[in-house]
């Protein structure tokens, strides 16, 4: 789970202490309680005792569920997008005034004009762009993309296209009432609806098989809705009934189900608060509560990802220092819930594949080991990664390892405890994680203040890359096929590299850093677009 630098500046002040007190022995673990109340835990150096309940087996097949009423589709648009291949990938991103596309197969060729759309005001700029709502999100194959888009009289849209086609405007939907709207004009960039702050806080996303998208809006509702877009039915349908502010988490891996979070209504003017979290079919019918967030938490539950049971990893953050952290599996079919860690943790991690999650313990010194915990209820915790500063830890799924970086040093970490060292990157150095090459053979850091660190699969240095107009770099993008990557500077200009030795090569100009920014999960406004449908 990445953890953002406010959460964990803090604990630079202490690692001086850390780093030169042994700390003390630590109680063992007890076996998890069969109620409901979660038991606070310290974690032992050595091999511990398992604390996994393991749920009975998901069913197979979904019950079939009603339809909801769709809501009406508005007159699409088209586009022009003269210049692009049929065969594709495309890369997509947004320059100072709309969308543009480059040919993946043509590292510098000339970019292509997909949409055009009027300067922000200065309020909405700084409101939207922060917030990240400013960002293509491209589907997994067949060509699609959508993207939100706002004007300076606050008409925020989803808008959805297809790629190559000349005629490629399909959808454009209205995401704010008209009320909603002109609470936007009259907010500043500091204080916009809580409606709108909802919208905003999750991304849409398409289905893995990337046959609908999912995404928030409050068009009919004062709350924010999530929605539901085929692209073949060209239909807008919405799915919760906009009552409470429902934000979208993840698509199940057979594209049937969405995971959801409700907010709290007592956030008003602050950072959303989740308040429970729901699943509910992709093809309509009644939404189902999977489990309830103490009233008292102020961090956002994190999605680690899904089990080979299909069910939704989650970790709750501690809450008041009471070791009731815990990470738990969301059975959306069922209902039923299964803890399978919890005690004193800062963060976690999850390996889908073998089952195996990273946790970081809070000790008196702060966050300063990492233990692995397997689904046979083996625990072991590295010796060598103890009495340090770890503040954030995540799985890679193109490494297959984890990736932890501390205060003096980061570290690529095995499901089997074995680990690399990454001693030019430290939590001082590096924003985000890595960016992992398609194939799994190259990873790419970099922050605002500097260019491309590349290393090999290994950990092994490969090389440093930058250009002379940029101080630091915004966003990579891999080329799907591993052979290079683009960058964004912070001088506003997108560049191509093709390795293993290539300089960087312009690409556009006319780009504004502003709204090129790069999220954990994903470039904001920087992705590949794929040909082709997926089997």
Request: proline share 11%.
């Amino acid at each position: 789970m990445f953890v953002k630098p406010c959460r964990w500046l803090g604990l630079i002040l202490i690692c001086s202490l850390s780093a030169c007190i042994a700390p003390p022995p630590l109680s063992p673990t007890p076996s998890p309680a069969t109620s409901s109340t979660l038991t606070p835990t310290l974690l032992a150096p050595t091999e511990l005792v398992p604390t996994e309940t393991v749920l009975p087996p998901t069913p197979t097949k979904l019950s079939p569920t009603p339809r909801l009423s769709p809501t009406p589709t508005l007159a699409p648009t088209t586009t022009s997008t003269f210049g692009l291949s049929s065969a594709g990938p495309w890369l997509v991103y947004r320059d100072v005034a709309g969308w543009v596309a480059v040919d993946g197969a043509d590292p510098h060729g000339e970019p292509v004009e997909l949409s055009r759309e009027a300067p922000l005001s200065t309020t909405l700029t700084s409101a939207f762009t922060r917030a990240g709502a400013l960002f293509a999100a491209p589907a997994p194959s067949d060509g699609w993309f959508a993207f939100y888009s706002a004007n300076s009289t606050a008409n925020f849209a989803l808008t959805v296209k297809r790629l190559p086609d000349r005629q490629s405007g399909l959808l454009q939907m209205p995401l704010l009432s008209a009320d909603l709207e002109e609470q936007v004009r009259a907010s500043s960039a500091g204080s916009l609806p809580d409606t709108v702050q909802a919208i905003l806080f999750r991304r849409p996303l398409w289905s893995p098989d990337g046959r609908a998208l999912a995404f928030a809006g409050a068009f009919e509702t004062s709350n924010s809705a999530l929605y539901l877009y085929r692209p073949g039915e060209k239909v807008a349908k919405r799915l919760t009934d906009g009552e409470q502010q429902a934000v979208l988490v993840a698509w199940s891996p057979d594209s049937q189900w969405l995971l959801y979070e409700i907010l709290s209504p007592d956030y008003a003017g602050q950072a959303p608060v989740v308040a429970s979290i729901w699943a509910i079919p992709a093809a309509g019918g009644a939404p189902k509560k999977l489990l309830e967030v103490d009233k008292e938490s102020t961090d956002a539950p994190e999605f680690l990802g899904w089990s080979p049971m299909g069910e939704a990893v989650m970790f709750m953050p501690d809450v008041n220092d009471q070791g009731n952290a815990v990470c738990v599996a969301l059975n959306l079919i069922t209902g039923q819930t299964a803890t399978w860690q919890r005690g004193y943790f800062f963060n976690m991690a999850y390996d889908p594949q073998t089952g195996t999650v990273a946790m970081i313990p809070i000790s008196i010194y702060g966050p300063d080991s990492i233990v692995l915990a397997y689904p046979d209820g083996k625990k072991i915790q590295p010796p060598v990664l103890s009495g340090k500063i770890w503040p954030s830890i995540e799985w890679l799924p193109g490494l297959q390892r984890f990736f932890a970086y501390g205060v003096f040093e980061t570290i690529l970490l095995a499901p089997d405890g074995s680990l690399v060292y990454l001693p030019d990157e430290t939590a001082q150095q590096i924003d985000e994680r890595p960016a992992v090459s398609p194939d799994g053979q190259w990873l790419a850091f970099w922050n605002e203040n500097s260019g491309v660190r590349l290393y090999d699969s290994s950990g092994k240095p490969v090389r440093a890359i930058s250009v002379d107009d940029a101080q630091g770099t915004l966003a990579v993008a891999w080329q799907p096929d591993s052979s290079g990557f683009y960058m964004v500077g912070d001088d506003g200009k997108l560049y191509s590299v093709t390795l293993p030795e290539g300089e960087p090569g312009l690409v556009d100009s006319g780009l504004d850093p502003s709204v090129n920014n790069m999220l954990p999960d994903a470039p904001a406004n920087l992705g590949w677009v794929q040909a082709g449908s997926k089997p």
